[in-house]
């Protein structure tokens, strides 16, 4: 694993700290790569968003049924989640 230093300003570094002794990490490390790993996540979310709005504008808003076309992106959007994309 890769070691890095970083610098923190007191109220984060108060908020780490209250992370760890919440008993819900069990280091600083473990709540910065969650963050990390939830950030990367909403990255590939915002990615698939943007993808699909460029599609439809591109195909001139003809699409399915609101229905099926919310259904539709719900699907990929777990999928996207779950790291399958």
Known sequence: MT?????????????????VESSEYSSKSDVVNDLIRKARV?????QFIRAKL???EQ???????REE???????????????NV
């Open 42 to 46: 909403a990255e590939r979310e915002t």
């Open 3 to 19: 070691r890095q230093s970083i610098s923190l300003t007191p109220p984060n570094d108060a908020w780490l700290v209250a992370q």
């Open 69 to 83: 076309l919310l259904a539709k992106i719900k699907s990929k959007r777990k999928s996207v989640t779950d790291g």
């Open 59 to 65: 195909s001139g808003f003809v699409t399915p049924d």
């Open 54 to 56: 460029i599609e439809a």
